[in-house]
């Protein structure tokens, strides 16, 4: 766990959880962008409560590496966000980070719920903003959603490690995405 300077509190401890608080309000705004009809919610119904238990499922998939976990959620967050409207991703992202909360780091199991709800609601954002320009193929939105997630993924996971560990984000990064690693992400 990263220190603070003598007298004051760790930096994590207040770090963290400002980073959460944060990312959970700039899901919000997603989600309160991505407006949706009762048409929707009915249309998109089972769709969601399919993901939602797809999440639950790969939630009890965890591989530990030597910095941090590869978790399968993101297959079925990934599908939420190029197939659902914002307010209903971002409820598959919740639940998907709830079912972190046995493998966070101590006195952090919070860590990341508030992540994966803000990349899952505001790839689902982009993917309906991108998909709504007449001159876009809606592939490129979930293209977009791909790799928005990816990229916010591993900088929060980076981020979070190395103000957990105190070690700088290169290192964490060096000896995090190894050739095993990304063939392991590559292959989910």
Same mark, same amino acid.
């Given at each position: 766990m990263g220190g603070g300077r003598s007298g004051t509190a760790p930096v994590s401890?207040?770090? #963290?959880?400002? #980073?959460?608080?944060?990312?959970?309000?700039a899901a919000c705004l997603a989600i309160a962008a991505g407006r949706m009809s009762p048409f929707e919610l009915g249309r998109a119904a089972p769709e969601s409560l399919f993901l939602a238990v797809l999440v639950l499922f790969f939630g009890f998939f965890v591989v530990r590496l030597d910095r941090g976990y590869l978790r399968l959620t993101m297959?079925?967050?990934?599908?939420?966000?190029?197939?659902?409207?914002?307010?209903?991703?971002?409820?598959?992202?919740? #639940?998907a980070g709830i079912s972190w909360f046995r493998h966070g780091p101590a006195g952090y199991r919070y860590l990341g719920v508030e992540a994966t709800v803000f990349w899952t609601s505001t790839a689902a954002y982009f993917r309906v903003e991108v998909g709504s320009q007449p001159y876009l193929p809606a592939s490129v939105g979930i293209l977009v959603v791909?790799?928005?997630?990816?990229?916010?993924?591993?900088?929060?996971?980076?981020?979070?490690?190395s103000i957990l560990t105190g070690e700088p984000v290169a290192q964490i990064a060096r000896k995090a995405f190894g050739r095993s690693c990304l063939a392991a992400f590559a292959y989910f």
């Open positions: 401890r207040v770090s #963290i959880p400002i #980073i959460e608080v944060v990312l959970a309000l297959i079925g967050t990934q599908a939420a966000a190029m197939l659902l409207p914002p307010p209903l991703a971002g409820v598959v992202g919740l #639940i791909a790799v928005w997630m990816t990229v916010a993924n591993w900088a929060h996971t980076l981020a979070a490690l």
